[in-house]
């Protein structure tokens, strides 16, 4: 997992925006480790609704059945950050994601962790296959296209 920290932003295809709140600190005055799970859940939940189609409606839905967080740097409010997004493997109902938090203009991440979601029907829960605009876009995390930009 240490190698995570020589990552760069070429690692990552798609990045979203976020500028921290006050509340985002701790008592240490730092950003509290929990919010690092609602910056992996607001860019992964970002791309699936803008690239591949996904609504608050939709017949499939992702579980997260795992997650992990590795930290290297502090971050505090005011800060502005990147939240750099791939996919490391893509099965046929279950994605796992990769994301980097970089402090904005820095080119190195101040943590990586992600999550592994298992997509279910939505009114059994039952594990099922990837719609294919689902798939086609989760496969474009995997490739060298050239990163895509989004505000938060």
């Given amino acids: 997992m240490s190698s995570h920290r020589a990552y760069t932003r070429s690692n990552y295809l798609f990045f979203l925006s976020y500028r921290t709140r006050w509340t985002d600190n701790d008592q240490y005055s730092h950003v509290n480790n929990s919010v690092y799970y609602h910056l992996f859940d607001s860019v992964v939940n970002t791309f699936l609704i803008q690239q591949c189609g ?7 839905i992702g579980l997260v059945v795992s997650s ?24 046929s109902s279950s994605v796992t994601y990769e994301v980097a938090v970089f402090e904005e203009g820095k080119g190195v991440p101040a943590a990586v962790g992600g999550y592994t979601h298992v997509f279910v029907e939505r009114g059994s829960r039952k594990s099922t296959p990837m719609s294919e605009p689902l798939r086609k876009g989760l496969s474009s995390l995997l490739s060298t296209n050239g990163s895509l930009e989004s505000k938060l």
């Avoid at 996904?54 to 499939?60: E, G, K, N």
């Avoid at 590795?70 to 099965?91: H, I, N, T, Y």
């Fill in 54 to 60: 996904l609504t608050p409606d939709s017949a499939q």
């Fill in 68 to 91: 992990h967080c590795q930290f290297f740097s502090p971050l505090s409010f005011p800060q502005v950050l990147d939240l750099g997004l791939r996919v490391m493997k893509l099965g």
